[in-house]
């Protein structure tokens, strides 16, 4: 399986301060019809994730454009321009290039 | 608006069998593939499986954890999807999310738990 490594595992952040989460694959996650899957989840406190970004860099429907994401082959980043209070939660990388999908362990973001 | 809601948790004794249900509405349901992922108190999240659409052959696909024992069925007819899970393990004990995967949106119910447990 791929094993998907972000850092760090937990997050301090200050309101308003940019902030980036890294998102490492053990192998490359272009698929062979040449699109990169490799997906940001936000999972608030006590709800449901949502997705953010797919495909790298696209963000979903709603998502502020605070929200960015980066990268290629193995090495992915999410980045928060400037931290809201709602940003507190954790975040999730993903990849849906291979089976089994398979998602990082998580970074906790906290105010 | 897209709602998926998830039923048929609870309580479980190891080896037993149980059955999730995912409710939808909101879409056409026989366009998409189906998934399931989970997560265990506490824990990050584990894609449990897929299936595809009917148009892309109704296949399946399973993580290694799962594979044998849980299968994903869907009916187009009620717009639901199943997660049928047998010989049940203490570690199979988690919030068992619905989720529609798709490049145009990737909604995910409100999960349901399940706990293994003599």
């Known amino acids: 399986d791929v094993v998907m490594t972000q850092s760090p595992l937990s997050l301090p952040v200050t309101l308003g301060q940019p902030a980036s989460i890294s998102c490492r694959s053990s192998q490359s996650l272009v698929h062979s019809d040449g699109n990169t899957y490799l997906s940001w989840f936000q999972q608030r406190p006590g709800q449901s994730p949502r997705r953010l970004i797919y495909?790298?860099?696209n963000r979903d429907s709603g998502v502020p454009d605070r929200f960015s994401g980066s990268g290629s082959g193995t090495d992915f980043t999410l980045q928060i321009s400037r931290v809201e209070a709602e940003d507190v939660g954790v975040f999730y990388c993903?990849?849906?290039?291979?089976?089994?999908?398979?998602f990082g362990q998580g970074t906790k973001v906290e105010i | 608006e897209v709602q998926l809601v998830e039923s048929g948790g609870g309580l479980i004794q190891p080896g037993r069998s149980l059955r999730l249900s995912c409710t939808t509405s909101g879409f056409t349901f026989g366009d998409y593939a189906m998934g399931w992922v989970r997560q265990t108190p506490g824990k990050g999240l584990e894609w449990v499986g897929l299936?595809?659409?009917?148009?892309?052959?109704?296949?399946?696909e399973y993580a290694a954890s799962v594979k044998g024992r849980f299968t994903i069925s869907r009916d187009d007819s009620k717009s639901i999807a199943y997660l049928q899970m047998n010989g049940l393990k203490t570690e199979d004990t988690a919030v068992y999310y619905c989720?529609?995967?798709?490049?145009?949106?990737?909604?995910w119910g409100q999960g349901t738990l399940v706990t293994v447990s003599s």
């Open positions: 299936i595809r659409s009917k148009p892309n052959g109704g296949t399946t």
């Open positions: 993903m990849q849906s290039t291979h089976w089994p999908r398979t």
């Open positions: 989720v529609r995967p798709h490049s145009s949106g990737w909604p």
């Open positions: 495909r790298v860099s």
